[in-house]
């Protein structure tokens, strides 16, 4: 009599459960097929290694395959090793995308050597996440052709139904709800067996019984599965959406990935895609890229233990995915509201393009980089010149100039020295934003060296002394300080008119 954890697994190899993803009898033909080597890709959790083992099983070769993986410290040289042997069988590499780059080399161009010298005594098959086959062709141009890439995409709902069809007849049961359950399982087969087995588990069903009816609601099944899964996903999460530190002030930019994350449909998000997707956190999101900040963020000695199990970030392919689906799926059913103020984050809500735009002569150049580099320094979602100038380009510049000082910074923040009012662009730029100083929404720095009179109107407006003379560096950080209580300021009356507006039903 078959037991619930035999037919619906919460790891491992299935037995009674097993559904053939697409593409089966090809994989098939390609793992028997001697001398040609192969890849398979896909998200996490979607079958790939299951795939694999099956066909292997099935074909009846298991005697003669080695499986190796990326994830075993004792595997890893034995990897490296490969390309110097002959006569290797069958031989496994799963968790590929997690192998050094010049690891990666090494199999691709072993991998090409196979297929030239078409050895039949020796087959490589790798298994990895997203694009797998693309960071292979990227170190070998033309092994494209040479080799069969495979990937799995996300199973369609009908083949969900399918798995829970089976483990329905093996325990005697009926599923009330296995459509919906199909379609939470978001196309992946681990989280379809993990559902089915707390379904099980809740409704009292621990073996096969006879004609057994389960209707369990759906939504009492998945707030059960959350509270498993928040024990071991929370702080990882949490820790992930903070980076590297909590900038209540910042745009929190890993809160923006990790939400985009969440909202992928394949698991796994191209970042250089997301980004142009959303131009509002360009700059923010941007620069975690650029910089180097999501790598770094990865492989912090305090941080690593906790993320590295979860989370793998390809920089040659700007591709962020998570090992694990069940992650993906508890991601995808928090409260974001509720986790946004768990991470130490007011609001998340940014209306503006640019938190501040920097407006200034010149001659005051040094002063105003040296503030965006605090600032961005600090997450936070700055206008300077400099670094728009490849969007400038064959544009008006008055034009594109304009809606910026006029309304998509928040806050404007002119550096009023004895220069500012000579100059013709801060002439054009000032145009746009006067009008904003009755609206709260111009931080001017007043230097020291303007002689009494000058910018007479906007003396009557909060502003922030400069002195050119003193201390510039503490200066510029004091400034930074005060624009980033500003913002937290902000988003906290933010947040609380929300909540005052959710408590009215508004």
Request: hydrophobic content about 40%; some cysteine; aromatic content about 8%.
């Amino acid at each position: 009599m078959p037991l619930l954890e035999e037919v619906f697994r919460l790891s491992g190899i299935p037995t009674h459960t097993f559904v053939e993803p697409m593409r089966y009898t090809e994989i098939k033909v390609s793992i028997r097929t001697p001398g040609r080597c192969m890849v398979v890709e896909g998200p996490s959790g979607i079958g790939k290694t299951t795939t694999i083992t099956k066909a292997i099983s099935e074909l009846d070769i298991n005697r003669n395959v080695l499986n190796l993986s990326a994830r075993r410290r004792d595997d890893l040289e034995f990897i490296v090793a490969l390309p110097d042997m002959a006569g290797i069988g069958t031989v496994i590499v799963d968790d590929f995308h997690r192998l050094d780059d010049h690891i990666k080399v090494r199999l691709s161009d072993f991998m090409k050597v196979l297929a030239d010298t078409e050895d039949d005594a020796s087959k490589l098959i790798l298994i990895g996440i997203n694009k797998a086959g693309h960071q292979l062709i990227k170190f070998a141009q033309d092994l494209g052709l040479r080799i069969d890439i495979f990937r799995l995409e996300a199973n369609p709902t009908h083949k969900v139904e399918e798995l829970i069809s089976l483990g329905e007849g093996v325990l005697g049961i009926t599923v009330a709800d296995k459509e919906k359950i199909a379609r939470r399982a978001q196309g992946s087969f681990q989280i379809a067996q993990l559902l089915c087995h707390k379904l099980c588990t809740l409704s009292g069903v621990t073996e096969t019984v006879e004609n057994r009816n389960i209707d369990l609601a759906i939504e009492v099944l998945v707030e059960d599965v959350m509270i498993d899964l928040g024990r071991q996903f929370k702080e990882p999460a949490l820790t992930f959406a903070r980076g590297s530190k909590l900038r209540r002030e910042g745009r929190a930019p890993y809160l923006h990935i990790l939400r985009w994350l969440a909202e992928s449909d394949e698991w796994s998000l191209d970042l250089a895609e997301a980004v142009a997707a959303h131009p509002e956190h360009r700059q923010s999101v941007g620069q975690v890229l650029d910089k180097g900040y999501l790598v770094a963020l990865l492989n912090d000695a305090a941080k690593k233990p906790v993320l590295e199990p979860h989370f793998h970030f390809e920089a040659s392919t700007s591709v962020l995915s998570v090992e694990d689906p069940k992650l993906i799926f508890y991601l995808k059913n928090i409260v974001w509201r509720a986790f946004a103020e768990q991470a130490g984050f007011t609001s998340e809500y940014f209306q503006e393009q640019y938190d501040f735009a920097l407006s200034f002569a010149g001659t005051e150049r040094r002063y105003a980089e040296r503030l965006h580099e605090i600032l961005v320094e600090r997450e936070i979602s700055v206008f300077y010149d400099a670094n728009e100038q490849h969007r400038i380009l064959a544009r008006n510049i008055e034009e594109y100039l304009a809606p910026i000082y006029r309304s998509e910074a928040k806050y404007v923040i002119p550096f009023l020295s004895p220069e500012y009012p000579k100059r013709i662009w801060t002439k054009i730029e000032s145009d746009q934003f006067k009008e904003r100083f009755g609206q709260s929404a111009v931080i001017p720095i007043r230097f020291a060296t303007v002689a009494e009179g000058f910018f007479s109107d906007e003396q009557k407006y909060g502003h922030i002394a400069f002195d050119p003379d003193q201390d510039v560096e503490a200066q510029l950080q004091e400034i930074a300080t005060m624009l980033s209580r500003r913002l937290i300021a902000d988003r906290t009356e933010v947040a609380r008119d929300v909540g005052i507006q959710s408590e009215l039903g508004i």
